[in-house]
């Protein structure tokens, strides 16, 4: 009997321990409030002008359909444009904006249960932030100088400083 019970409480730990989920995120992000979603086709060939980015795309997809007090409301729209080129870039840029009309902006570069190489990190940060200037100067984004966080998770800072797990608010 005892026997049995150890077995079925092996067992349970076993199952709990499977779907538990222990995925590990590793990567850069670098997030912002805007105030809009800027014209994004006009926004995909200006990457596309960029001498190291050979290959963006653009696609949206509807996001979540939120439940709050007042009632269920629009699903969120998000926008994506990823972009690669050279051996080691590759990014993608989000635009989330909610039904109240709220804009948030992600650039990424992050896997899940591995890290990227650092060599794809400190290629594509230059062009993160190369994107966001013009997202400002071109596009009317200003808010960034404000509002950006930045997020260096697993890997090391792309501006040199030590592997970490931190979300912190840096300069351009």
Not at 30 to 43: E, F, I, M, Q, Y
Not at 99 to 117: A, D, F, W
Request: net charge negative; hydrophobic share 40%.
């Amino acid at each position: 009997m005892f026997g049995d019970m150890r077995y079925l409480l092996l067992l349970l730990l076993a199952i709990s321990l499977a779907l538990c989920g222990c995925d590990t995120v590793s990567g850069v992000s670098r997030t912002a409030a805007v105030h809009k979603v800027p014209d994004l086709a006009a926004v995909k060939a200006h990457i596309e002008g960029y001498p190291e980015v050979s290959e963006v795309r653009l696609w949206q997809r509807e996001g979540g359909v939120p439940l709050t007090l007042t009632g269920i409301h629009k699903a969120d729209e998000v926008y994506y444009v990823s972009y690669s080129g050279e051996e080691n870039i590759r990014g993608t840029l989000m635009f989330d904006k909610n039904y109240k009309g709220e804009v948030e902006y992600s650039q990424t570069l992050m896997m899940m249960n591995l890290r990227p190489p650092q060599a794809w990190i400190d290629a594509t940060w230059p062009v993160m932030k190369k994107i966001e200037k013009d997202l400002e100067e071109h596009f009317g984004l200003s808010e960034f100088p404000q509002t950006l966080r930045v997020a260096v998770i697993r890997v090391e800072n792309p501006d040199r400083g030590e592997p970490n797990n931190s979300l912190h608010s840096t300069p351009r």
